[in-house]
């Protein structure tokens, strides 16, 4: 025979109450409190990081200044007799579709025909080459007028702590197409949809007795840029902006270059 098993249910409807599990609860909710309020933070700190982080990178890799072409002109004196070097480059310069605008006054161009090497800045930059805190550092004199600026670039000196040439130490630009009148000889912004000439001197020792390269009339004395752009020279030329993707261009001078004043170079 099986045995009767009895089954009793306990019924316990007492808790824990007082103080203790006050404090424990409300320790709870504090723990809780701060721990969502340092994962609000954090998350806040790095999402502002990221979009900072993505708009520097954006534009790093947007922003890029567009070589069109290069021609290079030779200095003639006034019997029409060239020089043997290319004297004068103009680059025709824009901006791929997309950029950042570029302030062309931050830009370095540096240019070397395998021998010598120019670093060269805007010639309206007051700080660039100026002396411990001053602004002095642009051409002298630099205007407003883009013909005086290239003729001084070619012919003038400049003298901040010692002498130079403006020839191998800046470049001067110009503007072809300016539809939002962004760029200016003091204020030279550059926006996708414009697109100047850049001035860079190539003038050789042999070259420094002509009277004119182009039209600009350089009859006080070219001044030696230290480079010697003669037939079959490599030249490599480097536009580093403030921000954006650096831009290089490199051709080799015709093996010969006749009797022509102006000879294209790039592409």
Do not use: C, W
Not at 66 to 75: D, F, L, N, T
């Amino acid at each position: 025979m099986k045995a009767n098993k009895m089954v009793s249910i306990q019924r316990d409807t007492s808790a824990q109450v007082g103080i203790g599990t006050l404090i424990i609860f409300i320790a709870m909710v504090l723990v809780a409190a701060v721990a969502a309020a340092v994962l609000i933070q954090t998350s806040g700190t790095l999402q502002q990081k990221a979009q900072s982080t993505g708009k520097q990178a954006t534009q790093e890799v947007s922003s890029n200044l567009q070589v069109k072409s290069i021609e290079g002109v030779r200095a003639k004196d006034n019997d029409v007799t060239l020089s043997s070097t290319i004297d004068m480059l103009k680059l025709k310069i824009s901006l791929n579709v997309g950029s950042s605008p570029v302030d062309v006054n931050q830009v370095v161009v540096s240019i070397t025909d395998g021998t010598t090497a120019n670093n060269l800045v805007y010639a309206g930059n007051v700080k660039s080459y100026a002396s411990s805190g001053s602004s002095n550092g642009n051409m002298t004199p630099f205007t407003d007028t883009a013909a005086a600026n290239l003729q001084e670039l070619l012919t003038g000196t400049t003298t901040i702590g010692s002498a130079f040439n403006n020839a191998d130490h800046y470049f001067v630009a110009d503007k072809i197409r300016d539809e939002d009148g962004s760029f200016s000889q003091g204020n030279p912004v550059l926006n996708t949809g414009d697109m100047i000439t850049m001035y860079i001197a190539t003038t050789s020792s042999t070259a420094t007795g002509y009277d004119l390269v182009a039209t600009t009339d350089t009859s006080s004395g070219l001044k030696a840029s230290g480079l010697n752009l003669v037939p079959r020279t490599v030249v490599s030329i480097i536009l580093t902006p403030e921000s954006g993707a650096v831009t290089s261009s490199d051709f080799i001078t015709p093996s010969s270059y006749g009797v022509k004043e102006t000879v294209q170079l790039y592409p």
